[in-house]
């Protein structure tokens, strides 16, 4: 199984999101993340045994907090365009490593993939993603990308 740990965000930030990466990709192309699929990955465990994920994922003890989408980002060496915040919450980075992140997390959601460089991205909307559950996600990859399937949900205090 390759697993991952990720939040997902409530419909109506998915939804703008997802609106803001149809006008980026008129400017860049690539490849759009579903809507259903647009995520803020945490740790990604890779090949991992599903109840040693489980137990780490109990043992998590941070607080809610909340993603602000004030920053998007053209990546060059990977071709693909981003969001995030401009500055990581402690909250999430705490959460990260607890969840086994070794690198300084970086907090971004990829919208787009096999991008061109843009002269210019659309500017983004206002937008909060609250961070009040983080999830363990079993990722298989298809001919159309990746599927998810939700293995359990963890809730923050």
Not at 18 to 30: D, I, L, T
Not at 48 to 61: E, M, S, Y
Request: overall charge positive.
């Amino acid at each position: 199984m390759r697993l991952f740990f990720a939040s997902w965000p409530p419909p109506a930030v998915a939804k703008a999101l997802a609106q803001w990466a149809h006008e980026a990709q008129r400017v860049c192309g690539g490849r759009i993340a579903h809507e259903d699929a647009i995520h803020l990955t945490l740790a990604f465990l890779g090949e991992a045994d599903p109840q040693a994920a489980l137990v780490a994922g109990r043992a998590v003890r941070v607080r809610a907090t909340s993603l602000p989408i004030d920053v998007a980002r053209y990546w060059k060496h990977n071709r693909i365009v981003w969001v995030g915040p401009g500055k990581v919450p402690p909250e999430l980075a705490e959460l990260a490593r607890s969840l086994g992140e070794t690198r300084e997390f970086a907090g971004h959601v990829t919208l787009l993939r096999k991008a061109h460089p843009p002269t210019q991205l659309p500017p983004l909307p206002p937008l909060e993603w609250p961070v009040r559950e983080f999830l363990l996600v079993n990722s298989t990859l298809g001919p159309e990308g990746p599927s998810y399937e939700v293995l359990e949900r963890f809730a923050l205090s």
